[in-house]
């Protein structure tokens, strides 16, 4: 079965700073995912990529899929308290057609 | 724009009580998911439905029942409660099997099983 790892798996930066979250796939990756998650709260879908060097940017957040590679990066530009979240990275990939997703990368932003 | 709305948000069970987590979507998607989520474990799948009075097993569905009678409702009940259920369960929602735009979710439910 297809797994999701992602890296780091937390990450301490200060405000102000760039940062980039991986997500590398044991297999073909057809589509991958972006999920902002914050306490008590679901997850956020923040961004979809399905062709191979796509590259999607929201705000000063920028997602890149390198299907060779099998690997998406989410990098963030001038990180701000409000980036603070855990990340998680999801592809179709589950054995019922259905979302599988990495274990998720905690981010947390130093004022 | 409700969205998925799950509730409770919070429960303490004791050990062999049941009870049932309900799931509502307003966006009349016919795919709708449970995962439960354990820290650093990532997001497990439970129990699938793909549409009103279809359900199927995912990767966890030991100890858990679910059931489809509308499309807008999917609640998954614990019959027997066991501290290995203590988890944070989110219903999610999708317009097709191929997930285009991405599952919508809902807020999750922090269940303690003491």
């Known amino acids: 079965s297809q797994e999701l790892e992602q890296s780091p798996q937390s990450l301490i930066v200060q405000e102000g700073k760039n940062l980039t979250i991986n997500c590398t796939s044991s297999k073909t990756l057809y589509g991958l995912y972006w999920y902002k998650q914050k306490y008590g709260e679901g997850l956020i879908f923040l961004m979809m990529?399905?062709?191979?060097?796509e590259e999607k940017s929201h705000e000063k957040i920028t997602a890149k899929l390198d299907e060779k590679k099998q690997q998406s990066s989410l990098h963030i530009t001038a990180s701000q308290p409000s980036h603070a979240g855990i990340y998680l990275c999801g592809a179709e990939g589950g054995s019922q057609g259905n979302l599988i997703f990495g274990k998720g990368t905690k981010l947390s932003v130093k004022p | 724009n409700a969205g998925v709305t799950q509730t409770p948000k919070f429960r303490i069970l004791k050990i062999g009580q049941s009870m049932t987590l309900q799931c509502a979507q307003d966006m009349n998607h016919n795919y709708m998911y449970w995962y439960r989520q354990d820290p650093g474990m990532g997001l497990k799948l439970i129990y699938y439905s793909v549409g009103a009075g279809i359900t199927d097993k995912g990767e966890v569905p030991n100890g858990y029942n679910v059931s489809r009678s509308t499309t807008e409702d999917f609640p998954l009940r614990l019959e027997l409660a066991a501290p290995s259920q203590t988890s944070v369960y989110f219903c999610?929602?999708?317009?097709?099997?191929?997930?285009?735009?991405?599952?919508?979710f809902g807020s999750g439910t922090r269940l303690t099983v003491v």
């Open positions: 999610a929602s999708s317009y097709s099997s191929g997930p285009v735009g991405g599952y919508t």
């Open positions: 990529l399905q062709k191979g060097g």
